[in-house]
């Protein structure tokens, strides 16, 4: 069947750095474009990096540019995100989705398949 499985989330300090990882399995990897999300407590899950279905594309809203970044590795059917210059605004359960259409990404309900989360908290 059909998995995400996000990892590498925890607990650091402000100005650190982590790497989440989201393994896929169960479809067609390279047929997808692929996405992190973000989630706070009572706030909706929004867009943070997309990464074309082979690697080439990518995309990173403002408010990350220059601290995350997004690529992938499909002979590993993964998809990463750099995380560096860790604020307490980053604090949120982090996502990863797949999506067929690049112009579709925006949208959750868009999505054909996501992971259950892992939980970044940033924090001194």
């Known amino acids: 069947q059909v998995q995400l499985v996000e990892s590498g989330g925890g607990l650091v300090q402000p100005g650190g750095s982590l790497r989440l990882s989201c393994a896929a399995s169960g479809f067609i990897f390279k047929d997808y474009h692929m996405s992190w999300f973000r989630q706070e407590p009572g706030k909706e899950r929004e867009l943070v990096a997309t990464?074309?279905?082979?690697?080439?594309?990518?995309s990173h809203v403002d408010s990350v540019k220059g601290r995350f970044t997004i690529s992938r590795d499909n002979a590993k059917n993964t998809v990463y995100l750099q995380i560096n210059s860790l604020k307490p605004e980053d604090t949120a359960a982090y996502y990863c989705?797949?999506?067929?259409?690049?112009?579709?990404?925006?949208?959750?309900?868009?999505?054909?398949?996501w992971g259950l989360g892992t939980q970044v908290t940033v924090s001194s």
């Open positions: 989705g797949a999506v067929r259409r690049w112009s579709d990404r925006w949208t959750m309900e868009n999505y054909s398949y």
């Open positions: 990464v074309g279905n082979y690697g080439i594309s990518t």
